[in-house]
């Protein structure tokens, strides 16, 4: 007489049903949820997006991954978590992030490693981050199905804690601590993200805020010319830089 052996010895059943543990799974991941993201991506662009802001002087015989193929990696492990590029030398392997990344599970060439993807950050100029930046602000249009007549812009600028020696890190009495202070401004009706902007850790002063607004304001206004904006900040962006900028602009301000 066989005697049935369980796959894993000492498990019992619950509820009358056997409990199985298995190791024949094959390849697994612990991030299906990258797939959805592929999804949204799928129907946003963004990496054919950024990726056209900036020139790729490679080899095209010599080039395995494309900038949009690395940008497209780079978004989708920050979004699961995994903030740094060192993460992607065992990412890279992971069969659900070949998959987001249009790469077939087991067969499909695996992803780029930290080093290609260290080379990629640092490739664009002062010049193409601001493309991209302006890119986004497309973007942001273009999500709408029809033109504003009138958006209300928050902007505001936020303590963002570093550790170490990192490139714009300083020191910030106000948060006493080592920071970056990213500048972020969003639409005030529907909470979209219009411009996130890395900076030093230290308060913009007025030339700074008009400059980056003077940018925003007239990106908004080649998509949707006849829209009126209002600004809404805090008292450190109610400069005479600001406001001026602002009434040149024919934009209100809080």
């Known amino acids: 007489m066989n005697e049935t ?3 894993l010895p000492g498990l019992s059943p619950v509820a009358g049903k056997d409990i199985r543990a298995r190791f024949d799974g094959g390849r697994l991941s612990s991030d299906g949820g990258v797939l959805l993201l592929r999804e949204i991506e799928n129907g946003l662009a963004i990496a054919e997006l950024l990726s056209s802001c900036v020139t790729d002087a490679r080899d095209p015989a010599s080039t395995t991954h494309t900038h949009a193929d690395m940008i497209r990696t780079r978004m989708f492990a920050i979004a699961c978590g995994y903030e740094d590029c060192d993460d992607l030398d065992v990412l890279r392997f992971d069969p659900a992030f070949k998959l987001a990344c249009g790469r077939l599970a087991e067969t499909g060439g695996d992803l780029m490693s930290q080093p290609t993807l260290s080379r990629l950050e640092n490739t664009p100029s002062w010049r193409q981050l601001g493309r991209m930046g302006l890119s986004m602000i497309d973007l942001f249009c273009d999500s709408f199905k029809t ?8 902007i505001d600028d936020t303590n963002d804690a570093v550790h170490g020696g990192q490139q714009l890190a300083l020191f910030n009495a106000h948060y006493d601590n080592y920071c970056f202070q990213p500048i972020h401004i969003f639409e005030a009706a529907t909470g979209k993200p219009v411009l996130s902007l890395l900076r030093p850790g230290k308060r913009p002063s007025g030339k700074e805020a008009a400059g980056i607004l003077r940018h925003v304001v007239g990106r908004i206004r080649r998509n949707w010319p006849g829209v009126e904006i209002t600004v809404r900040g805090d008292g450190h962006y109610g400069t005479p ?3 001026k900028l602002l009434e040149d602009q024919g934009c209100g301000y809080i």
């Open 5 to 7: 052996i369980p796959y």
């Open 147 to 154: 033109v504003r007549e009138r958006i209300v812009l928050d």
């Open 241 to 243: 830089e600001v406001m």
